[in-house]
Nanobody
Framework: QVQLVESGGGLVQAGGSLRLSCAAS????????MGWFRQAQGKEREFVAAINRSGGITYYADSVKGRFTISRDNAKNTMYLQMNSLKPEDTAGYYCAASSDYGVPLISGRYDYWGQGTQVTVSS
């Protein structure tokens, strides 16, 4: 079992920045690829970014590429999502997830564990 807890969400003006954190406990953090997903009200959950076990490979959705950066610190059992140049359309609940897959899984079905989410609201 892996427990995931997100933090760092909040209300920010368009153009601002936030850094989300995902703290993991339980089984060895470095044995899992990690990802961020988001779900806006009335919409389906969508992929945002993912990172492989070592942190050496990352992948981003086109909508956030160049603005968001995913990273992880295996010594601290924590993953991060640095979000810059935020837009109102980034408003959503953001969820971190852990996958036992190798590589960088892009679909939610490949993830085994999920956090409860943290809300990000970007005002115009």
């Amino acid at each position: 079992q892996v427990q995931l807890v997100e933090s760092g969400g909040g209300l920010v003006q368009a153009g601002g920045s936030l850094r989300l954190s995902c703290a993991a406990s339980g089984r060895a953090f470095s044995n899992y690829a990690m990802g961020w997903f988001r779900q806006a009200q009335g919409k389906e959950r969508e992929f945002v970014a993912a990172i492989n076990r070592s942190g050496g490979i990352t992948y981003y959705a086109d909508s956030v590429k160049g603005r968001f950066t995913i990273s992880r610190d295996n010594a601290k059992n924590t993953m991060y999502l640095q979000m810059n140049s935020l837009k109102p359309e980034d408003t959503a609940g953001y969820y971190c997830a852990a996958s036992s897959d190798y590589g960088v899984p892009l679909i939610s079905g490949r993830y085994d564990y999920w956090g409860q989410g943290t809300q990000v609201t970007v005002s115009s």
